[in-house]
């Protein structure tokens, strides 16, 4: 699937390496693919460049809960939608530690840290730094979400010792208006832009089930894996649908099409590692089984995401029983 295509020979460099290698044609050929053959391609590719039993274990801790300004049409914490989430203060680095504590505790290697934020303002940002050096003192991988980085933000989180940042695509660019109006996905791209150059990990994925079309699915995994590099975390959202939201009540997703979409997550990112993440609380089991068959080798790990709830761990041990699933260990990672 590589980039040259026949005009190679008159685009100035500068085109050749901006070039997607992956076009949405490309994707949506891979989506159309009859089931079996695509999700073999898939778990093909997987097995090539992980341990096909291990799946990374991330916790979830929102540090600052509700009264975003933003209007992200998924999302409960945007205070112009009538959600039962409150406007909370942000946590205190103490709290925050018990929590990274017991998420060790319970087998998880990453503690990413959650806040519904525009962006960090300047003091918010220096308690976010005392959190993650806490959190990192306590030999876990940290990960933050804290919205739009403004200059010089990310080269102090990087300074902390911040391994990852989390800032999604979301949906393709031709599908974001209709979602957001509040920032664009230039925004976004800018933010990550800044966190590559800090040298920090990039977590980036998205939603699905917001109505979307397959094509823009497809969109959405291309523009991910054509991101140069692509993300070392792609977290694969399916929408979890909060009354008072504007997306409550869209049409469910078809759970194999989620499946697929993990499978494309794979195919085109091959040693990313692909996050089975919001919406496992409402997934069967056997669904589960297929995305990491599919190439899911990570998930949220504890009862709740954010807002939302999440399997509970005795759940998810047991699954992983079943299985013959285990805990990846930080090692066996190649970022
Ligand atoms: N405010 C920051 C931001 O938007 O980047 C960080 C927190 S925000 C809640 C992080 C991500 O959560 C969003 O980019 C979106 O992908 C996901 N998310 C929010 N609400 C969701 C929902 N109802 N279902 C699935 N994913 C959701
Ligand atoms: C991501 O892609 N999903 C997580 C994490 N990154 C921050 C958040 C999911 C949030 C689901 C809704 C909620 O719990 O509020
Ligand atoms: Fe705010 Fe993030 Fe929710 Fe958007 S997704 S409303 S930016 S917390």
């Given at each position: 699937m590589d980039s040259i295509t026949d005009n190679a020979a008159v685009a100035s460099a500068a085109d050749i390496t901006r070039r997607a290698r992956w076009s949405v044609d490309q994707v949506t050929a891979l989506l159309e693919l009859p089931f079996n053959d695509l999700i073999h391609r898939a778990h093909s590719v997987h097995r090539e460049h992980f341990d096909p039993n291990a799946v990374q274990l991330s916790t979830l801790l929102s540090i600052k809960t509700g009264g975003c300004p933003e209007d992200c049409g998924y999302c409960p914490q945007a205070v112009r939608h009538h959600t039962n989430v409150d406007n909370e203060d942000m946590l205190a680095v103490d709290a925050v530690v018990a929590a990274a504590r017991a998420a060790k505790d319970q087998g998880a290697t990453r503690f990413c840290m959650g806040a519904a934020w525009r962006g960090p303002k300047e003091r918010d940002l220096e308690r976010v730094i005392e959190m993650v050096k806490a959190v990192r003192a306590l030999g876990l991988e940290t990960c933050a979400t804290l919205?739009?980085?403004?200059?010089?933000?990310?080269?102090?989180?990087?300074?902390?010792?911040?391994?990852?940042?989390?800032?999604?695509?979301?949906?393709?660019?031709?599908?974001?208006?209709?979602?957001?109006?509040?920032?664009?996905?230039?925004?976004?791209?800018?933010?990550?832009?800044?966190?590559?150059?800090?040298?920090?990990?990039?977590?980036?994925?998205?939603?699905?089930?917001?109505?979307?079309?397959?094509?823009?699915?497809a969109a959405l995994i291309a523009q991910l894996a054509n991101l140069d590099p692509y993300p070392e975390s792609v977290p694969i959202n399916n929408l979890v649908q909060v009354e008072g939201t504007p997306l409550h009540g869209a049409a469910q997703l078809d759970l194999f099409e989620f499946v697929r979409t993990i499978a494309c997550a794979r195919i085109t990112m091959p040693k990313a590692m692909v996050r089975l993440s919001a919406g496992r609380q409402e997934m069967p089991e056997g669904i589960q089984a297929l995305c990491f068959f599919a190439g899911a080798n990570s998930i949220f790990y504890g009862d709740k995401l954010l807002t939302t709830g999440n399997p509970e761990v005795q759940r998810d041990r047991a699954l992983f029983k079943k299985l013959g699933l285990r805990p990846m260990p930080r090692e066996q990672r190649e970022f």
């Open positions: 919205g739009m980085l403004k200059p010089g933000q990310a080269e102090r989180l990087k300074a902390a010792g911040l391994d990852y940042y989390n800032h999604n695509l979301d949906t393709a660019p031709e599908f974001y208006g209709e979602i957001i109006s509040t920032h664009t996905q230039e925004d976004r791209l800018g933010t990550l832009a800044k966190v590559r150059d800090a040298g920090i990990h990039v977590c980036c994925g998205g939603i699905v089930g917001m109505g979307e079309t397959r094509r823009t699915r």
